[in-house]
């Protein structure tokens, strides 16, 4: 198996155990030491580096209004020393977020991410871009909808 190969299966389960399941103390297993978030518009942690406890705050606060989220990886693609991932993503708004009360509505959105690895085949960081617009447009509807009932 090629070191791409390698780093997209490592991906995928790093995505289905952190993410997906929301296991945030598995996170230590594929992030290295630092972690930096090189570009996510929108993101609280957009430019900041984390460490590993960090990181798992991280996991832990991002999936508290959607504990259900999951990603459905559409294409994985590698080169040089990262792997990029286009997703679609879904979750169910069950936690209020800042100006959004909890609906229970299913929210979707789609992106991709470029990882980062090291040569130990550790994640150091990403760049994202998603429709977060989309995503507020979506919460915005579903805040008002959940008023009309």
């Known amino acids: 198996m090629t070191a791409m190969e390698r780093r997209k299966q490592r991906l995928a389960a790093f995505i289905r155990q952190v993410w997906d399941e929301g296991d945030s103390g598995a996170a230590d297993n594929y992030i290295a030491d630092m972690y930096t978030i090189h570009h996510d518009p929108g993101d609280p942690w957009e430019g900041k580096i984390l460490d590993r406890a960090g990181f798992r705050d991280r996991v832990r606060k991002s999936r508290a209004a959607f504990p259900d989220q999951r990603f459905d990886i559409r294409g994985l693609f590698a080169d040089g020393d990262s792997v990029v991932m286009t997703w679609l ?57 959940h008023f009309r009932s």
């Open 89 to 145: 993503w879904n979750g169910t708004h069950q936690s209020d977020l800042p100006g959004f009360a909890a609906t229970g509505q299913t929210i979707r959105t789609s992106g991709v991410t470029a990882y980062m690895f090291d040569s130990e085949d550790r994640l150091t960081g990403h760049w994202q871009i998603t429709d977060r617009l989309g995503v507020f447009q979506q919460l915005q509807r579903n805040r008002q909808d």
